[in-house]
Nanobody, 124 residues
Framework: QVRLVESGGGLVQAGGSLRLSCAAS????????VGWFRQAPGKEREFVAA???????DYAEAVKGRFTISRDDAKNTVNLQMNSLKPDDGLLYYC??????????????????WGQGTQVTVSS
């Protein structure tokens, strides 16, 4: 079974950038669609972006044009480049792998493996 570990979170000023990484072990991450979700305390996880096995990306409207998801198969990672960050982007970010169909990519309940999360804080 694949295991996932996120990294790259931290504190950044509004308008700044961060690059999150999701490193896989145990399996090749390119075998899975991979999604990024974020969560505020006491709320449901919110879809941010996903990338298919073939590299097709999908983005939530709130991040489209600012965030870019990509695969680095040589490093067995999926990255999330976040630019023009806003205070509302300051949440706990998770990556996840799914074994289901691509059309379920925005549904967090379809993902079977999750990382532990990495905190992003954006100061105004």
């Amino acid at each position: 079974q694949v295991r996932l570990v996120e990294s790259g979170g931290g504190l950044v000023q509004a308008g700044g950038s961060l690059r999150l990484s999701c490193a896989a072990s145990g399996r090749t991450i390119s075998n899975y669609p991979v999604g990024w979700f974020r969560q505020a305390p006491g709320k449901e996880r919110e879809f941010v972006a996903a990338i298919s096995r073939s590299g097709e990306p999908d983005y939530a409207e709130a991040v489209k044009g600012r965030f870019t998801i990509s695969r680095d198969d040589a490093k067995n990672t999926v990255n999330l480049q976040m630019n023009s960050l806003k205070p509302d982007d300051g949440l706990l970010y998770y990556c996840a792998a799914m074994q289901g169909a691509w059309y379920d990519r925005r549904n967090s309940y379809k993902y079977t493996t999750w990382g532990q999360g990495t905190q992003v804080t954006v100061s105004s």
